[in-house]
């Protein structure tokens, strides 16, 4: 034990030290710009830390080694390194020395971006108010340098410096393209010294932040905003556009940063995915700082290749005392809360390189806490370690200077008394480029032992045992367990004092009062003895002595009675076990669904082989509706349909006997499974956005769709704008990735609107200077964007190159590639097709008339209240009409509704379907298309169409999907009635052969959730009851997108009515 | 032809004429106007149904019924089988294989207090206040709604019209018939409901505030103790003896009914929590009450038993409020009710659709029939239900000797919308037309594309 001492030489060295950590380090040697006030004090901060284990890497440590460092530098490490004589050594025997940890998420020194102070209620902003020649969008501000902005904050890095980070990548966390990032050291020194590397990373995000135009209003919006800016810049880079551009700035500053670690923060895991698509188109692989919430979507996040920054934020645990309350929270968050701290883990176990932040946390002290909990929950030291020092370094192209203890790197290490993350362990020293931080002073005197103690006059047993750093006091008087007293100690320099309570005059065999015992003494040299004075409960002062008899530490401890010290250390063990009921290292105890949400799938069902035998059968073909017919699918596929067939081995037998057995139904208007946003409402032409971007797998009504027998729905741009954006078909396989929900193949679709919702009829008094604001303007709006896309169309032939695909301008064109008249240009083309939102009668012949002149057919006319009226017009157009059964009354411009719309279209020979525009009607579409026969009188099997083939049409997906015929897609729903009726329920739906719902699973789904629901709720109870925190629960529903909801608001709350919107 | 017959045939004229049967509906055609279609008139003759599947509003079916109503009233409900004839001398409508049901009642909607949704203009079904007692929604009451007509001709008869926004009192609902010349002529029953949306107990704000949710109690009980309060003193105002030389308090006076048991006490309230205190509040004032909304009333089906509180459930056409609830929820609380003795009503609701979307009022209760209850139950929901909670089950509701003949006939199960057709009505007594300006449209635009009218 002794040869941890230091000796008086090494205490005095200490000192100097000290001292020497007041000022800063200057390079005798160096040149600088700052003048100097006084004399010039530069020292070489030489310093030898000998017999420490070093862990130079987070993989690799060296015991018995010796860290030498010089000028903020590290000059050697290991076991034979020379100490030069000028060093000063410090004695680290017993202790560890770390590489310090870098955190890549941070906004250390830069002032948190101002708020603008346009009110809601102003006008909007449609073009940027900065000053300067910068982008034309406030959110879009690559310009900004965080060394430029950067501001040394000792009392903010002090907080970064006591959980152990000596360097972090800081940037100025708002807006878009949000500009460079600098890596900072976190010692206190001039700005120009701290600074590793002022341009070190260039920053991104879906957020428009403190930007207050109105475009971006959505997540399509954000995406298609970087996807353009980076089109933008390249033009401007290869174009050298100067004669249309001008200088901007913005752009300029965008190229130079694109050779940096390029670093996107999202919000969760499905947004992750969003901006790893981005990067693949733009030849770029984020660095993603993520949510905390990776684990939900792991391996589709592993094939992005994206290294990753994670936070460790855990929510909390919900106070379910209350049942009621409990109600409120759902499975989805119970079980987040379960996992989340296994995140990190899970990430490390499925390979995905990562590194951690204290970004996103509440208080940033709890970091270390949190990280005990990853840990606690699988996560190994050494991925820890890795995480917060190695590949932070490597991400920023910082290897060379941080990360590891090599010589040439830059001194940051942490001095520990244990294994860093051992729960007991202490971070002693943070020093940063060779400046000392003490976080927890070194405990160095071992007084370890039993002595003779005497009080006054009085003869006791005094006993430390127990752990060097913290040693546990006590006194006993005699062998009996009960006379003896626990001792508070403090100890510092060369002095000690003790204090105990003689709770009774008994407690000692001396009259000494009851109270609180005080004594304060000194140690001798070598200390064995303690000698001082004490003032005792009576008011008596009385001399008092220590001499230390034994040294050996387990004697100290057999001295103190070791069973008691057993039975204190089962309680301790017992008290552990209640605080984390049944939680064991890496086994995670809750199923990760897909999605992870209730009614998930803990494995994805695949594609199965089923006979359904004697159904009555709606081929939607020219065979018509066919009784006690049997069909056959295979490999996803319809195979045969006929009667008699025999089932393939290994096919499952569905007896359809009064059962009807259709293809899925398809919603040709639907607002679900779309994340943050249904309109980009900024502007009056917005046909750059795309719902693909935005196609959100982890919503419960896909689910609750696929029990009404919907299998393919096209997901719909609002209708705000008279040309919104382009949107997503697809087939509802639920659990999978929103990716690998589309409808490969489809073509392209566009959201265009006409009428009360895009000349902001309903929106309030200030919004009434976008135009248009009338019909008429509505008709100029469309003529004039067209008239655009057409000279843009001209323009990228005339630079002699025709287009091929829209992925790249021609090699040699200065056109600049414009996503939104890309999109316009394929609708003159032919290669995109408008289903267009409309009401009355004038502005539907409007539209077709412009788009005849422009040389293009309107698709589809969606809503088409009063497609009656000019179904003739309609029908030599050729558009099909996808309406409502019988909305009407809403708004003044549905006041000629009639429910005989569908009807009177379809006998016009109008292609017609009933759509849902509505999360709620979409899973009892099969009932609507029964109103076509209710008003108008046309056949039911005519009708069903309207929900099933006739959309598929308007889709172009007809070859695939929409009826029941060999080699089509295995759509398939079996109904227990007749499917037009309300009595009808989907009891199967298939969706490429896969049954992704059934009644029967649906009964065991419940079950799961309910058996899930109440383990979890055990468990936070026992988390409250163990004086744990938790979050008061409040309900929240998934928000319903209906075509004219603004904004990117994700949740209602209880009370919102299920609200069909204004259309 | 007697004068029924016109009637019916008026409401059918088109049909009847386009399909050349009688060229002397069309001078008739031209002389009205569908979108206010003229109210039936007095008949004091007597008329018989014969061979309709009666379903009588009580649960019971008679597959071969006659049905007799002489002026308002029925006069015989029976069996064909069994009846013993008296009504030789009546008009005679043979409706063999067709279905007779009760006019279905709305309740707690804004028919004929809004006309657009979206134009402030045509709205009249909230006030602003606080407390508005006062308020009574039936001097509001358009009968010339272009829109009545349309919920109409799919079987809603009668519906209890209410003031629904603003504060905590609401205001007083009155019940019509929907054949009316004018409120007066249309009132059924007057000021018979006090609503009161009930305090909210959970406070959210807005993605603008954070997007978080605030923390909750203490605005709820400050409502809470406010509505107390207000009717603690309006029962002491109601409470005095001579009032003379006091001046008046409108609000207070208009409590007094609630107090004597003259009306009731409709609350919305949709939280569990809400739920419960809500019916606190009501036992503990002594006050009949009834629940309106309910959406989370399976988790309170034993103290709504207890204290004998009937249900308006809005809407089954609803997708659960929470994502781990059962996907069919919506569609079987109604089941969940009836199996635990609660009455239960559905309507469309108070929401943006709760007019004009009334008339899908029977397929929200075939939405009922197809999860958990019978037919017969699921017509209850509709029509005798909503009789006993608005207080006039004696004389409607039901298909019974003694009520009034307010009825229509349907070709099919009224509740199925592959089946349901309705072809006639009567309102205590009077046919109604059951045209409307949709139906014109419809016949306008057929006859301008040549195409044959079919079912309509």
Known sequence: MKQHLLNRKQIMNCFLLLLACLLSFTDVFAQETYPVNGVHDTRDGKYAFTNATIHTHYNQKVENATLLIEKGKIVSVGTSVRIPKDAVTIDMAGKHIYPSFIDLYTEYGIAEAEKSDHKWSDPPI?????????????????????????????????????????????????????????????????????????????????????????????????????????????????????????????????????????????????????????????????????????????????????????????????????????????????????????????????????????????????????????????????????????????????????????????????????PIFDKKSKIHQNWIAGQKHVLAPIKDKDLIGVYDLKLGDTDYTLIAKGKVEQPDFLIKWSNKKKDRVKVNHKQEEGRISLNFNNAKDSTSHAKMGTGIVRLSGWLSDDLKTWTGKADLPNGEWVDWSAKRTKEDPEEAAKAADEEEEEKDKKKETAKKAADTPQEKKRNVLTPITYPFLPYGWE?????????????????????????????????GKIKSIGKGLSAPSGAKTVDATGKHLTCGVIDEHSHIAISRGVNESGQASSAEVRIGDVVNSDDINIYR??????????LLHGSANPIGGQSAIIKLRWGMAPEKMKFEGADGFIKFALGENVKQSNWGDSNTTRFPQSRMGVEQAFIDHFSRAQAYGEALKGGGNVRKG???????????????????????????????????????????????????????????????????????????????????????????????????????????????????????????????????????????KFVTLNPAKMLHIDNRVGSIKAGKDADVVLWSDNPLSIYAKAQQTYVDGVCYFDMEEDQKHRKAIKAERDRLIQKMLAVKKNGGKTQKPMPKQKKLYHCDDLGEEEHEDFYHEHHKGHW | MTIVHSYILRAFCCLLAIGSL????????????????????????????????????????IENSIIVFEGEKLTLVANAAVAKGGWESCTKLDITGKHVYPGFIAMNTHMGLAEVGAVRATKDNSEVGDMNPHIRSIIAYNTDSRVTPTVRSNGVLMAQVVPQGGGMLSGRSSVVQLDAWNYEDAVYQADGGLHVNWPRMLNYRGAWGGGGVEKKGEKYLKNLDKLRSFFAEARAYCAKENTKGQKENLKFKAMCDLFNGKQKLFVKANYIKEIIDAVHFAKAEK????????????????????????????????????????????????????????????????????????????????????????KEEALMTITANPAKMLGIAETTGTLAEGKDATLIISTGDVLDMRSSHIEYAFIQGRPVDMDNKQKALYRKFMEKYGKEIKQH
Not at chain 2, 354 to 371: I, K, M, S, V
């Open chain 2, 287 to 374: 006050v009949e009450m009834v629940l309106v909304g309910g959406n989370d009333c399976h988790m309170a089906l034993d103290i709504l038993k207890e204290n004998n509180i009937s249900v308006v459930l809005n809407k089954t056409h609803n997708l659960p409020r929470r994502a781990g609830e059962d996907i069919d929820l919506p569609f079987k609380l109604p089941a969940m009710l009836q199996e635990a003795g609660i009455d239960c009503a559905i309507t469309v609701g108070d929401g943006w659709d709760g007019f004009w979307d009334q008339r899908n009022l029977c397929f929200e209760a075939g939405t009922a029939a197809a999860y958990g209850m019978s």
């Open chain 1, 126 to 418: 449609y073009i940027s108010k900065k000053d300067g020649a910068y982008s034309w969008n406030s959110a879009i501000h690559p310009e900004i340098e965080a060394a430029e902005l950067f501001k040394v904050d000792n009392k903010a890095a002090d907080e970064y410096r006591k959980l152990g980070f000596g360097t972090v990548l800081t940037h100025h966390q708002d807006g878009i393209a949000r500009g460079s990032g600098s890596l900072v050291l976190l010692h206190n020194d001039r700005e120009n010294k701290v600074i590793v590397n002022d341009k070190a990373s260039a920053h991104y995000s879906f957020r428009k932040g403190h930007s207050p135009m109105s475009y971006p209003s959505s997540l399509m919006g954000s995406i298609a905003l970087l996807r353009q800016t980076y089109l933008d810049a390249d033009w401007y880079a290869k174009a050298k556009p100067q004669d249309e551009e001008g200088v901007n700035l913005s752009l300029q500053a965008f190229n130079e940063l694109q050779n940096l670690p390029q670093i996107f923060t999202v919000v969760d895991r499905l947004t992750a995915l969003r901006a790893d698509k981005v990067g693949d188109e733009f030849g770029k692989q984020y660095i993603i700082k993520g949510g905390g919430d990776e684990f939900m979507r792991l391996n589709e996040l592993k094939a992005s290749n994206a290294s990753m920054i994670i936070p460790l934020k855990f929510p909390e645990a919900y106070d379910v005392e209350d049942p009621f309350d409990a109600q409120n929270v759902s499975l989805k968050d119970m079980k987040h809360w379960e996992l989340a701290p296994h995140n990190a883990r899970l990430l490390a176990d499925a390979g995905i390189e990562f590194a951690l932040t204290t970004s996103d946390l509440k208080k940033k002290d709890s970091f270390l806490k949190q990280l005990r909990k990853a840990i606690d929950s699988g996560l190994s030291e050494e991925d820890a370690l890795k995480a917060l020092t190695h590949t932070p370094a490597k991400l920023v192209n910082a290897s060379g200077e941080v990360g590891s203890l090599e010589q040439g790197k830059i001194a940051n290490f942490l001095i520990t008394s244990g």
């Open chain 1, 603 to 635: 494995e994805q069902p695949t594609a199965e082989t089923v006979l359904f035998t004697n159904a009555t059968v709606w081929t939607n073909e020219e065979d018509g509706i066919l009784e006690e017919t049997d069909v056959l699918i295979q490999g």
């Open chain 2, 22 to 61: 009688f060229a002397l509906s069309v001078p008739q055609l031209q002389a009205q106007n569908p979108s206010v279609p003229t109210p039936g008139g007095n008949d004091e003759g007597c008329t018989v149904l014969m061979g309709g599947v009666a379903h009588l509003g009580d649960g019971t079916v």
């Open chain 1, 806 to 944: 829209r992925k790249a301008a021609p090699s040699g064109s200065t056109v600049r590639r414009d996503l939104e008249l890309d999109a316009l240009l394929e609708i003159i083309e032919s290669k995109r097709f408008i289903t267009c939102h409309s009401y009355v009668q004038s502005e539907i012949t409007m539209l077709m008339r412009v788009a005849e002149q422009f040389g293009f057919r309107v698709n589809t006319f969606t809503h088409i209240l009063e497609g009656y009226k000019i179904a003739d017009k309609m029908k030599e157009h050729g558009v099909s009409g996808s309406t409502f059964s019988d909305w009407w009354a809403y708004k003044y411009e549905v006041i000629d509704a009639i429910p005989h719309n569908g009807a009177i279209m379809h006998e016009m020979g109008v292609t017609t379907s009933f759509n849902s525009d509505d999360a709620e009607m979409a899973r009892r579409l099969n009932q609507e298309a029964a109103k076509a026969v209710k008003y108008g009188g046309i056949s039911e099997e005519e009708a069903w």
């Open chain 1, 705 to 714: 769709q696929l029990s009404g027998g919907v299998t393919t729905s096209q």
